[in-house]
């Protein structure tokens, strides 16, 4: 049971490089989320996925683009990265929006 | 003031303790309402669903008050394998992370 994966788990970035955050579900869930976590602070949307071919901005978009190819996958990318943008990264997903969510395992990502 | 809050704690228990954690929040539309358990680095993942007539799962009791718009969880006979962060979840059209609480407990 893989349920939600996330690759890779940690990165390292210098400011300016760019790099795509894999995610991929085993569910058959139509919700897809990116979410970041920052100390202190509940976990943010960045970009939400109804469906296959849809995305819509989440709270904290910028600097961020989606893409859902499929239903499994949703991938976020970061164009270029920004100090601003350490933090943990979790994809989640579920069967319909504001259902119960099924998150991977994190990525960490640490922009110098 | 933010949209979901929780008392960051930490709350350090003995076992055995009964502890409860209240979340508030500000968007009196919202819908659907969670309790999710995170253990350090690793990711979120649910412990219960909150319904409006309140909902027990073993040691484990959730309380919704829709007029104080809060809700509550409460834990009885607390284990060791309890620490970890509690985070409240409240959905609108979206899902909203509380920041947080911590619990600890000690031998």
């Known amino acids: 049971n893989a349920g939600v994966t996330q690759t890779p788990k940690f990165q390292v970035l210098k400011t300016g490089q760019s790099m795509t955050l894999q995610c991929a579900q085993d569910?058959?869930?139509?919700?897809m989320y990116w979410y970041r976590q920052d100390p202190g602070m509940g976990l943010r949307l960045i970009y939400y996925s109804a469906s296959e071919g849809t995305t819509d901005k989440g709270e904290v978009p910028n600097g961020y683009n989606v893409s859902r190819l499929n239903k499994r996958e949703f991938s976020l990318r970061l164009e270029s990265a920004a100090p601003s943008q350490t933090s943990v990264y979790f994809c989640a997903s579920s069967v319909v929006r504001n259902t119960e969510a099924f998150f991977g395992q994190g990525t960490r990502l640490t922009v110098v | 003031r933010k949209e979901v809050e929780q008392d960051p704690g930490p709350f350090n228990v003995p076992e055995g303790a009964t502890v409860a954690f209240n979340c508030t929040y500000s968007?009196?539309?919202?819908?659907?309402f969670f309790w999710y358990r995170q253990d350090c680095r690793k990711e979120p993942k649910l412990l219960m669903s909150?319904?409006?007539s309140g909902n027990e799962d073993g040691r484990f009791t959730a309380q919704l008050n829709r007029a104080s718009q809060y809700i509550s969880l409460l834990i009885r006979d607390s284990k060791l394998s309890d620490s970890a962060t509690y985070l409240c979840v409240v959905s609108d059209n979206d899902m909203r992370f509380g920041a947080g609480t911590r619990l600890t407990v000690k031998p």
């Open positions: 909150v319904y409006s």
């Open positions: 569910m058959n869930h139509n919700s």
């Open positions: 968007n009196s539309a919202s819908q659907s």
